[in-house]
């Protein structure tokens, strides 16, 4: 079926709103939205900016009705808001003037990803040699590409100096000796080392990475990081130009920024001290927090550039050191709230005490409610329902009862098989952790932009998986 294309102000009861404010990932609604069955009257500003109500409870992005991407494309599918992916980088861009900023792929990659972010000056942020052959072969300048891993294997250290990444992070001290080992004589590969500054801070337990005690980086307590500057710095083929720390996504204050940029700014002076050298770089990864639900916190990315750039000057001034180049590396906070799934209700089940939506994805496609108890704000689209709303459970298709999308919800009392469920804020670290549980299939992901939708990744067909399988 061909889809509707929309013009981007259109007849509908919303009027559309002015072009974002440029430096706000958070713009605040332009009119007051529709009344909606799922929450209150802010509920749209966790949407792409471009979002607009329609007849019938249908909503449009970047000029597209979901109901007709979910009819052209089938569900569930994976939507992406190409404008909203373009003004996130530009907001970055504008807030941290004088930063490099780095894209982080793990949020989400494919091609065209890729090419906006390239386009729009950014740089990336990789962790294997397929999120580096992705990006280079589909253009990216490899130079403008930093390379993460806290187990960095063979083939991607092969890849990364064969295609000339720009920057090598390194994370544990046995990477070293091999890193080295593998430039070729006549020529030295800037690397940053990543330092644990024993600072804990992130949305759940299993994503804080700035204390002790867990698997990456080298810390700044124990010494460990201390030790491997020396043995980097003797190392002729390995360039140390900085250093890089990474506190854990999903972070909503500033506060924990501050303190790093003053941790790392203490080892800069001590590194200065201790070898006579004045690192260039500092790098603050990324872990910028985005809202899930409507009301809830997110960072404010230009209050983070403000404050930080303010604390690394003072920092840097009260130890007598010049400015390191500053990078950040934000992941979720570009793609998270650019991205949008659908899904259709297969079945309703009500239990004793439960009202189950069961939807045609699940735990294959979004693992983080049942990771990290994440909580989301489904809502029906395209179908206006005068029924009350009830809390419900929506749920996935795959074989464990822990496969739950969304928990707490309200959808109309009347919601029913058929009906089609759109989930905001599903941009990030879903389809790049998906997985192949029951053979479902990964679903594909669409761009919209100015009225037009395109297929980016086609889904995953029952054929490509059954091809994978070579048989007895
Ligand atoms: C080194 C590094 N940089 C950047 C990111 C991106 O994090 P986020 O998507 O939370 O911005 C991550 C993931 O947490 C990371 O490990
Ligand atoms: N995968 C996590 C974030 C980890 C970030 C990667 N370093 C999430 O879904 O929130």
Known sequence: MSHTTLPRTTETPRTAPPAPDATALHPAPTTAPPPSPGGGPDELAIWPASTLPLPEDDLSIGGV??????????????????????????????????ADVYYAAKAFLCRAMAHWVAEEGLGLDVCS??????????????????????????????????????????DSTSEIARLAAAVPA??????????????????????RTGTDDQKFGLSLTDGSAQHAITRVLGQPRLELVGLHCHLGSQITAVKPYLSAVRRLVGLLARVREQHGVTLPELDLGGGHGVAYLPGEPALDVVGLATK?????????AAAGLPVPRLAVEPGRAIAGPSGVVLYRVLSVKRTGSHTFVAVDGGMSDNPRP????????????????????????VVGRHCEAGDILASDVHLPGDVRPGDLL???????????????????????????????????????????????DIGL
């Not at 930080?308 to 840097?316: Q, Y």
């Not at 689209?381 to 709303?389: C, F, K």
């Open 422 to 468: 759109a989930v905001p804020v599903a941009g990030a670290y879903h389809l790049s952790m998906a997985s192949g549980y029951n053979l479902v299939g990964r679903p594909p992901v669409v761009a919209v932009t100015s009225g037009h939708a395109r297929l980016l990744v086609r889904r995953e067909s029952l054929a490509d998986i059954q091809e994978r």
């Open 186 to 207: 006549d020529s030295r590969q800037k690397v940053l080392i990543r330092v644990v500054p024993g600072i804990a801070a992130g949305g759940h337990a299993k994503i």
């Open 308 to 316: 930080v750039r303010a604390e690394l000057a003072g920092s840097c």
């Open 65 to 98: 009705a979901l109901t007709e991407l979910a009819d052209r494309f089938g569900t569930p599918a994976y939507v992406l808001d190409e404008d909203e992916v373009r003004r996130r980088c530009r907001t970055y861009l504008r807030a941290f003037p004088d």
């Open 370 to 393: 049942a990771l990290y108890g994440v909580r989301y704000a489904p809502r029906l689209v395209g179908r206006r329902s005068a029924v009350p709303t009830e809390p419900v459970t």
């Open 129 to 170: 040699a397929g999120e580096l052959e992705l990006a280079v072969t589909t253009g990216f300048p490899p130079e403008r590409i930093v390379l993460h891993g806290n187990a960095k294997s063979p083939a991607d250290l092969r890849a990364a100096l064969r295609l000339g990444v720009g920057r090598i992070v390194i």
